[in-house]
């Protein structure tokens, strides 16, 4: 069993960068892969990045890419998404979640076991 608490969101303008932070529970971390999602309003839930177990492997939606990065510390059993050069369009709630297994990386909701309660990020123009 993992819970996961997501912080860092908040109200920022385009062009700025915030840090969203997923607090893990458990002795495990290390034992689980690592997702962002984002859920806009009327809006079905969408990939943004993933990293795998160790970190070594990561992977990132086309419209994030270049401009964000999933990072992890398994000493904190944390799991961090650096944004930057926000737009209006990367408003909505942030999700983190976990996927048991240190094989590969996972892109989809379906494959994603555990989830946090989401932190709202609204880009304003």
């Known amino acids: 069993q993992v819970q996961l608490v997501e912080s860092g969101g908040g109200l920022v303008q385009a062009g700025s960068s915030l840090r969203l932070s997923c607090a893990a529970s458990g002795r495990t971390f290390s034992s689980y892969g690592m997702g962002w999602f984002r859920q806009a309003p009327g809006k079905e839930r969408e990939f943004v990045a993933a990293?795998?177990?160790?970190?070594?492997?990561?992977s990132y939606s086309d419209s994030v890419k270049g401009r964000f990065t999933v990072s992890r510390d398994n000493a904190k059993n944390t799991v961090y998404l650096d944004m930057n050069s926000l737009k209006p369009e990367d408003t909505a709630v942030y999700y983190c979640?976990?996927?048991?297994?240190?094989?590969?990386?996972?892109?989809?909701?379906?494959?994603?076991?555990?989830w946090g309660q989401g932190t709202q990020v609204t880009v304003s123009s």
């Open positions: 979640a976990a996927r048991f297994g240190r094989a590969g990386l996972a892109g989809t909701v379906q494959q994603y076991n555990y």
């Open positions: 990293i795998n177990w160790s970190g070594s492997i990561t």
